[in-house]
């Protein structure tokens, strides 16, 4: 299993470790990130999640080359206030997100996540789960369909796509990763398919849906930064606009004075800012990683620090 961490470096020093501090990798993936945190925190604790069982088995190995202070939960990281309060942790000192699929679930086509190799309409995350790409191209309706490329894939021939795929799912199910490729293809023409890729757009509102990417995201950030202690610091690493939008809207919520109150002399402390933007300019990869590993060209860095 091969795998590259994103803006690994950039990430850890944005973190801004403490040796005995407490810290949340939220999306484990391959442990990338999560073993370089482990190697800075001999006398703290790393809690780490993920709702891949092949990853954490992987990560595993990782993780106990460098130490035996880390606990990993099989859990969607939307639970992780309720699993660290199981745990007696009401504060931590840092968080990270890496939002991105891991090269290997991208390459492995049994998994169903790429549209350039044939394998099974799937795309969950967590395999355990029964909702998968299959049901979404088979049974959402025209509307739907459109309404998901169209916000979750910024898909401009959305309408197109969707009505190709109601008319060819009325014979038999579409089964197949490359069969849904070919009907993109077909429903959009071959000048507009190798000029613009729509598939590209069309798997990622996909995936997103039957991972419920965003939803979670939007309910999560809150509760990282509530966790945070004074100095503790959130890093998220997105890979498309819809999630940086998210993080950006939400990092901004918390770094300002609450509207109703702002201009009076005497701010109340609930109205004060909670979060302080580190990086006011999103961090992007380096050209040296990008070099590196070409998959990592649409990664955005965001930091903040509780204050």
Known sequence: MEHYSVMKSEAILGLNIKED????????????HSKEILKRIKRGFLFAFDADLKAISYAKEILNEVGKNYQIFHRNFIDLKE??????????????FDLGVSSPQID?????????????????????????????V????????MNLFYSYGEEAKSKYIAEAIIE?????????????????KESVGAKYFN????????????????????????????????????????????????????VKRIFKKYSEVDEMVKGLPNIPSEYKPTLKIINKKVITPTGEEL?????????????????
């Open 108 to 136: 492995n086509k049994e998994r169903g996540f790429s549209f350039m190799q044939e394998g099974p309409l799937d795309m969950r995350m967590n395999e355990e789960q029964s909702f998968s790409a299959y049901n979404v």
């Open 195 to 246: 000029l613009k890729h729509p598939e590209r757009q069309i798997f990622q509102a996909i995936r997103i849906e039957v991972n419920n990417e965003l939803n979670v995201l939007e309910k999560v950030l809150p509760d990282a930064i509530s966790l945070l202690k004074p100095g503790g610091r959130i890093c998220v690493i997105t890979f498309h606009s819809l999630e940086d939008r998210i």
């Open 83 to 96: 699993v660290l309060k199981e745990q007696n942790i009401e504060a931590i000192d840092g968080i990270l």
């Open 168 to 184: 060819k799912r009325k014979n038999k199910p579409i089964m197949t990763t490359l069969e849904l490729v070919n009907i993109i």
């Open 21 to 32: 501090g407490i810290y949340v990798d939220a999306t484990l993936g391959l442990g990338g």
């Open 291 to 307: 070099k590196e590993n070409s998959r990592s060209k649409s990664a955005k860095l965001r930091i903040g620090e509780k204050i």
């Open 138 to 145: 088979n049974e959402y309706s025209k509307e739907d369909l």
